[in-house]
């Protein structure tokens, strides 16, 4: 299968390095997986990966064009502009599309996804949520016999990060926040974390695929971790737990409500101890119970993981909704 | 999907009602089930689900032959016997097969493995592992680009459940298993799971997912907590840590070795914590990291869930070897 990585950072650079290093792994596996062309914006930049038998392309959206791949990996980020051009030409040119970008799926997920079901061609994004953890393929195939009623996780590995450091080490915030930054978890421009508007797009998307609803990140309540002090912390540890920043999306007789918000969490519950850069959500089902996952959140090796596996499933011919009961019903109104 | 169920215990019971409570959220999800026939000993005892409108067939070897069958539900338990008959010979009449028996699958699997995939039939499992957690499926798909260095894991609820309790309220190992005998979480002879076997059983399919070899529990060397004492238990507390039975797989530059036994956790340990029937594990790859899952690991309700989710991802068309690599291996050599 052949493949075209737009976006050279940290991830884009994983993905490629990832497919060299398993490639006679993946093709035992059922995927023979080839990267031949490459787009990112300065090619002079050292990267993790070889490029030596890649095609560098210098504009991305000539990817979308290129008769000779089926695959567009979309690692460019933001939730418009390039990215957005790039994913929806491909999707017209009969490519199919990987990404890991949360917010482009938060906001265009619907329209994007039934441009490809249109085409019946794959909208993958695994890595969009929760690094290499799986969980929305836990949520749309492991757990797929069970009625789900609710998502509830630490979603951002550096809000979880500053909260951990403000608790172990009586960090103010702006001093956690300013080590976060120096040990590159968090960004220069640190608000879509801290904020909590990254954890709102993806429990958006966790939530859409939960209970069968469009993603509508505008609509959640999103409250970030900027006004949390010490004082809070401390008031916590008194009571025997502590402080985290939670999506949680829940179903019940009022309907489906979905917020984020520092939480209070008491010992004894699952996201307790949950520290660091770590993430981890909690799925409820009627069959299954309540089941937890956890693995690192961030990263440029954890998100190729999970862009490589979609990349896999669509090697071996599993085709799947982008957005679950809402993908059927996307499909049966445009046929 | 016209399905059968062989074994109406706790966990086939809890199937044909799964399958009757959430039949319209799978059809919304791409897979509409029918069980049309079951089968068991005794037709007069009460069950949780309702069978009125679905055959009764007294010979489950019946099953196997019935032109209106495409997938057998194997429920019946036990490495041989009635089971293993009905699984090879649905195989061998072109039906699919859904099994939880871990026992069969440990000892025969790469024999079932084989018959299936010759005939392009798919032998699935996910319950045999983990009970609810779809452990296999993130082994297999979710983490299919990682070359996996470790599974280790709480892989038996009983134990588990007896070694917390001789934790928590100072029991004596005789005394907790005869608490978890009355609360119906071990059997009335607990042998399978107390000393080991039922975790070696579940770690050789974990291993052959993971590594790529055939399942072979023979080989493991298997120890299990009838040995360990109050003085045990103590010891380890005394260290800050408790006592698990882990089974565990590993890859180095020596080669796989496999092993079940009684292990001191420290606290910190991502295992450490992990009490009563709730199973977990901790799975390594190279790009993804360490992921730790974790959720109630037997009973009826949470087995029926992976039972049908193996039965969504026939009913939607995806295919796998039943033991990957090998079973790749195994499809090239029987061309």
Same mark, same amino acid.
């Given at each position: 299968?052949?493949?075209?990585?737009?976006?050279?950072?940290?991830?884009?650079?994983?993905?490629?390095?990832?497919?060299?290093?398993?490639?006679?792994?993946?093709?035992?596996?059922?995927?023979?997986?080839?990267?031949?062309?490459?787009?990112?914006?300065?090619?002079?930049?050292?990267?993790?990966?070889?490029?030596?038998?890649?095609?560098?392309?210098?504009?991305?959206?000539?990817?979308?064009?290129?008769?000779?791949?089926?695959?567009?990996?979309?690692?460019?980020?933001?939730?418009?502009?390039?990215?957005?051009?790039?994913?929806?030409?491909?999707?017209?040119?009969?490519?199919?599309?990987?990404?890991?970008?949360?917010?482009?799926?938060?906001?265009?997920?619907?329209?994007?996804?039934?441009?490809?079901?249109?085409?019946?061609?794959?909208?993958?994004?695994?890595?969009?949520?929760?690094?290499?953890?799986?969980?929305?393929?836990?949520?749309?195939?492991?757990?797929?016999?069970?009625?789900?009623?609710?998502?509830?996780?630490?979603?951002?590995?550096?809000?979880?990060?500053?909260?951990?450091?403000?608790?172990?080490?009586?960090?103010?915030?702006?001093?956690?926040?300013?080590?976060?930054?120096?040990?590159?978890?968090?960004?220069?421009?640190?608000?879509?974390?801290?904020? $909590?508007?990254?954890?709102?797009?993806?429990?958006?998307?966790?939530?859409?695929?939960?209970?069968?609803?469009?993603?509508?990140?505008?609509?959640?309540?999103?409250?970030?971790?900027?006004?949390?002090?010490?004082?809070?912390?401390?008031?916590?540890?008194?009571?025997?737990?502590?402080?985290?920043?939670?999506?949680?999306?829940?179903?019940?007789?009022?309907?489906?409500?979905?917020?984020?918000?520092?939480?209070?969490?008491?010992?004894?519950?699952?996201?307790?101890?949950?520290? $660091?850069?770590?993430?981890?959500?909690?799925?409820?089902?009627?069959?299954?119970?309540?089941?937890?996952?956890?693995?690192?959140?961030?990263?440029?090796?954890?998100?190729?993981?999970?862009?490589?596996?979609?990349?896999?499933?669509?090697?071996?011919?599993?085709?799947?909704?982008?957005?679950?009961?809402?993908?059927?019903?996307?499909?049966?109104?445009?046929?």
């Amino acid at each position: 299968m052949r493949i075209a990585v737009a976006g050279l950072g940290n991830v884009g650079a994983a993905v490629v390095r990832l497919l060299q290093m398993n490639k006679n792994l993946l093709i035992a596996r059922g995927a023979d997986l080839t990267v031949c062309a490459v787009s990112a914006r300065d090619k002079a930049i050292a990267r993790s990966c070889d490029l030596s038998s890649v095609e560098w392309v210098d504009d991305p959206h000539a990817l979308a064009a290129r008769a000779d791949i089926e695959v567009v990996v979309e690692v460019i980020g933001g939730a418009e502009g390039v990215a957005l051009e790039l994913v929806t030409a491909a999707l017209n040119n009969g490519k199919h599309v990987v990404t890991a970008n949360k917010a482009m799926i938060a906001t265009h997920g619907i329209a994007l996804a039934l441009l490809a079901e249109t085409s019946r061609l794959q909208l993958s994004f695994e890595a969009a949520v929760c690094g290499g953890v799986p969980t929305l393929k836990i949520l749309r195939e492991g757990l797929a016999a069970n009625r789900i009623s609710s998502v509830r996780g630490i979603l951002n590995g550096t809000c979880n990060y500053v909260l951990t450091r403000m608790a172990t080490e009586g960090l103010a915030f702006n001093a956690a926040l300013a080590e976060a930054q120096r040990l590159g978890y968090a960004e220069a421009d640190p608000a879509a974390d801290i904020d $909590g508007h990254d954890t709102a797009n993806k429990l958006a998307i966790l939530a859409a695929l939960a209970f069968g609803v469009a993603p509508n990140v505008a609509s959640i309540p999103t409250k970030g971790i900027r006004s949390v002090t010490q004082a809070d912390i401390r008031e916590a540890a008194s009571r025997g737990g502590t402080i985290r920043l939670l999506g949680i999306g829940k179903r019940d007789q009022l309907g489906i409500t979905q917020k984020v918000e520092p939480v209070f969490i008491p010992n004894g519950d699952p996201l307790f101890g949950i520290n $660091g850069v770590t993430n981890a959500i909690q799925i409820s089902g009627d069959f299954a119970g309540d089941i937890l996952v956890q693995g690192p959140g961030a990263g440029g090796d954890v998100t190729a993981s999970a862009i490589v596996a979609d990349l896999v499933d669509i090697a071996r011919g599993h085709r799947g909704f982008a957005f679950g009961v809402l993908g059927a019903n996307l499909q049966k109104s445009s046929n």
